[in-house]
């Protein structure tokens, strides 16, 4: 099949290839370019689940500290911070 892709993601492929030409009026499309742009958004994909699981993580971290006798605000209030940068990127690659 070429570039380690199955039949199923061959498929899905195409199928995306005919729904854009259907949708955008698009003569013909390349299927490189296609496998390009849904490579890309699968990399974005996986790079905002990761991002997504780090500001999970944050949170719990805030929970854990806050909870804790004696609870650090400078590492409480560190800790948010990330987690405020880890929410805009993620809004930001969202859009």
């Given at each position: 099949m070429g570039r380690g892709w199955n039949f199923d993601q061959w498929s899905a492929v195409h199928k995306f290839m005919m729904r854009m030409q259907r949708d955008r009026n698009?003569?013909?499309?390349?299927a490189v370019v296609v496998l390009e742009r849904m490579e890309d958004c699968m990399s974005l994909s996986a790079h905002?689940?990761?991002?997504?699981?780090?500001?999970?993580?944050?949170?719990?971290a805030v929970e854990k500290e806050l909870r804790a006798p004696?609870?650090?605000?400078?590492?409480?209030?560190?800790?948010?911070?990330?987690?405020?940068?880890?929410?805009?990127?993620?809004?930001?690659?969202?859009?």
């Open positions: 698009v003569k013909s499309c390349s905002l689940n990761e991002l997504k699981k780090k500001h999970e993580n944050l949170s719990n004696g609870a650090d605000t400078l590492k409480v209030a560190e800790l948010k911070k990330q987690k405020l940068r880890l929410k805009e990127e993620i809004n930001r690659l969202s859009v």
